[in-house]
């Protein structure tokens, strides 16, 4: 439901760099990889984040186009973790990794990956990774089976979310414990991200646009920050929008990628 791309702020992230501390940082979308500045994006937050697990999170598809900055971002050890949703898809992604890195890595195994002490991303399990001296370049997460979390479905025409138990849907979801950072702003979650721009774009229930639009991120310019980001550890009002239990997986068929202007 998010669209379009975002110009690079480095004063916005020196700010939030200077006011937290980040063990596990990621580039996410959408697909961080259709952003033409996405090298200015990689390079500018490694500056300010230093912490040692930082990914960019993509969908491998257009690997090709950042061929010449690739080398560079895993020089500052940025690593990237593509997900994999197909037999073409594993084809096609290994082909570009092995010409972008022209034949020198090493791919090890899921248990030679523990061993190096990479950390899982949450409901994420990797098979396979390739290193570039010894450093895991690419991570791979075979993906196809899905968590059903936000929208429900469709009636009458109008999308709806659900209607669940807040501190029950809270307790059960995958990423509780992994904010957002979008437009400047730290959220609870990517639900309520992808939820705002999702009743931007489709009709939903009144209720459901109401509770959506009370939501408030953080600021980094927050004269009580320290204790706003101590909140994010419990449930909010919009948790009802996400199922009681997010642990059902549902298999998605993914092989056709569409490719968007």
Known sequence: ????????????????????????????????????????????????????????????????????????????????????????????????????????????????????????????????????????????????KFY?????????GMWQFYDSDRELAHSNCWHKDTPYIFEGKMYKCGTIVGAKGFAEKYNIRQKDRDLIESYRPIDPMSNNLAEQIQQLNHSIPQCTMCPNSSNTLEKIQLDKKKILP
């Open 148 to 156: 059903t979390w936000g929208v429900r479905g469709v009636k009458n």
């Open 1 to 144: 439901a998010i669209t379009g791309h975002n110009a690079y702020d480095d004063a916005v992230a020196a700010t939030w760099a200077d006011r937290l501390h980040v063990n596990d940082f990621c580039i996410i979308g959408g697909e961080p990889f259709t952003n033409n500045d996405l090298s200015t994006w990689a390079l500018g937050l490694r500056k300010h984040f230093t912490c040692r697990d930082f990914r960019i999170l993509t969908n491998g598809i257009l690997l090709k186009k950042f061929a010449q900055d690739i080398p560079n971002w895993i020089a500052t050890r940025i690593t990237i973790e593509i997900s994999l949703h197909s037999e073409a898809h594993f084809e096609r992604a290994f082909a570009d990794i092995d010409e972008i890195l022209q034949g020198k890595y090493k791919k090890v195994n899921k248990t030679e990956l523990q061993q190096l002490g990479v950390m899982n991303h949450i409901a994420c399990g990797y098979e396979d990774a390739i290193l570039v001296d010894d450093f895991p370049a690419f991570v791979i997460n075979y993906k196809t």
